[in-house]
């Protein structure tokens, strides 16, 4: 599979670039994908819910009335669940939501994502650029270029670029991450994976494909 590379102004520069069958050209497994986007939402989870059961409210122990002959149902104490103010019946306890998946597994569902990607034209190859200032309108700018100002869009990366990451940060719908971070979560919310050449081969170590 080939991808024509393109500049900063949104031509093709004449160049194109093979992307590699095994991460952008598989038969996409959705389960594997259902699950790594899963536990990337469980992993974001503090778990620090917690409700007082009938055992932590502060209130008076004694029989609040006598056994027989009200004419209603039995009560023992204040803080039963069937009051107002009492304690809450079964309620939500602090928890870890995080579940274990295989390495194997987790890499499948990232190459299932990019191959989706790839199979529905949401993918851009653009050529190493860097912006000599922070500036929004420059970015602001390479979205109209490349014809995705109204799309979701993932920037791919090779290493950490402090002038782009800030240039994008105030942009709704732009988010820049590393070759080496990229996740499935992040494949799968955006519209269009805009990958810079250099961070193409970069998919190849990070599968370890080499």
Do not use: C, W
């Amino acid at each position: 599979m080939e991808l024509a590379i393109l500049n900063t102004s949104g031509e093709d520069t004449g160049r194109k670039i093979e992307l590699n069958d095994l991460v952008f050209a598989i038969e996409p497994n959705e389960h594997a994908i259902y699950l790594d986007v899963k536990q990337y939402l469980a992993n974001q989870r503090q778990g620090t819910h917690k409700s007082k059961e009938r055992a932590e409210i502060s209130g008076s122990t004694r029989k609040i009335k006598k056994q027989k002959g009200t004419g209603t149902a039995r009560a023992g104490s204040i803080k039963s669940p069937v009051f107002r103010g009492g304690g809450r019946v079964f309620g939500p306890r602090p928890r870890n939501y995080s579940f274990k998946l295989n390495k194997k597994l987790k890499q499948l569902a990232r190459r299932s994502a990019l191959s989706l990607k790839a199979q529905n034209d949401g993918l851009l190859i653009i050529e190493d650029f860097n912006f000599e200032a922070v500036k929004t309108k420059s970015f602001v700018e390479l979205q109209k270029n490349l014809k995705v100002s109204d799309k979701k869009v993932l920037l791919v990366l090779t290493e950490d670029n402090k002038n782009i990451y800030l240039s994008s940060r105030n942009l709704k719908n732009v988010e820049v991450v590393r070759v080496s971070d990229l996740a499935t979560y992040d494949i799968m919310k955006a519209s269009t994976l805009l990958f810079v050449e250099s961070s193409v081969k970069g998919l190849d170590e990070m599968f370890k494909l080499n």
